[in-house]
């Protein structure tokens, strides 16, 4: 199946910066997610856009659709300890019911 | 949202034994997947849960190692069949609202490891 190319792989971060990540398709999304999983747990759904160049926030994070529809953005601003995780894109078309999933975004906040 | 349990929550088990793995949601949904995470890797679909009748496998996963049943539109199983130690991997049960918007909900996942 597809996979969406998620970047950074991996970030180690000072406590209080500002965090960015990318997910990128080859393929059209009308629907982008971003989830969070931490260790030991299953991925929550943190935000859901549903049109290109929405712009969507959930307290310090803000995700944004790309108006080529092909990719998505998500931020983090002033990170925190608790921020420490996993983070995946999904994403999926208008002719079908399943989301694909990014190669994920592992943070490291430092305190 | 829908809130999703699984059972077990972790398991350690045999190679050539099978391991059931049950998903319960609070509400009546119509898409139910199974999925599987390897360590430090993404999410692959196995499967398609569908009610009533056989599951869709994706390219790969076989009715035959993974059999799945969906009785009604809360409950579904995933057996993991005469296991090997390549199946270890976290099995996490997920539920959809189809057309447009949609969302995506995963449970908390099972983790397996067989030795």
């Known amino acids: 199946g597809q996979q969406l190319n998620q970047s950074p792989q991996s970030m180690f971060i000072q406590e209080g910066e500002d965090v960015s990540m990318n997910c990128t398709s080859s393929?059209?999304?009308?629907?982008w997610l971003w989830y969070k999983q931490d260790p030991g747990e299953g991925p929550v759904l943190l935000i859901a856009?549903?049109?290109?160049?929405e712009l969507t926030s959930n307290g310090r994070l803000t995700a944004q659709f790309g108006i080529t529809r092909k990719d998505s953005f998500l931020n983090i601003s002033a990170s925190i300890p608790s921020d420490v995780g996993i983070y995946f894109c999904a994403g999926r078309s208008n002719t079908g019911n399943q989301f694909y999933f990014g190669t994920g975004t592992s943070l490291t906040v430092i305190p | 949202s829908a809130v999703i349990s699984q059972k077990p929550s972790r398991d350690i088990c045999q190679r050539g034994t099978s391991l059931t793995i049950q998903c319960q949601v609070d509400?009546?949904?119509?898409?139910m997947f199974w999925y599987r995470q390897q360590p430090g890797q993404s999410l692959t679909l196995i499967a398609t849960a569908n009610q009533g009748s056989e599951a869709t496998y994706e390219s790969g996963f076989v009715i035959d190692k993974f059999p799945i049943s969906r009785p009604n539109l809360t409950f579904s199983t995933l057996t993991v069949s005469n296991m090997s130690p390549e199946d270890s991997s976290i099995y996490l049960c997920?539920?959809?609202?189809?057309?447009?918007?949609?969302?995506?909900?995963f449970g908390p996942g099972t983790r397996l490891l067989v030795l």
């Open positions: 997920s539920v959809a609202s189809g057309g447009a918007p949609g969302t995506q909900y």
């Open positions: 856009l549903y049109k290109a160049g």
């Open positions: 393929s059209i999304f009308n629907t």
């Open positions: 509400s009546q949904v119509t898409m």
